[in-house]
């Protein structure tokens, strides 16, 4: 089974803080890694046409944002970055 995890956070989706998955937009699951990579390639195009700026960490982690989407965080008292993020997982990430 092969997945695509979508998150929308003030954080990048590397750092899975505690209630991370409060932040999943949508969950996509694919039973072949060819139907996976057809999907997992059209919206990381469609992700970098929408936002500025992208990082990725581990090769399944990828974070997508552009600096005038932010939200007021009454907590810190100041604007806070949002951030799109993209969680992949694949047979040998969920065996481990």
Known sequence: MYQIIYMKAD?????????????????????TEQQFLIAFNQLLAQ????????????DR???????EECEFC????EDTQIYHGIIILTPEVIST
Request: with cysteine.
């Open 61 to 67: 982690f990828y974070a997508f944002w552009s600096e």
């Open 47 to 58: 992700f970098r046409e929408k936002y500025e700026f992208e990082a990725y960490k581990n």
């Open 74 to 77: 009454e907590a810190c008292d």
């Open 11 to 31: 954080y990048e989706p590397w750092w899975q803080f505690d209630g991370w998955e409060e932040h999943i937009v949508s969950v996509e699951k694919f039973e």
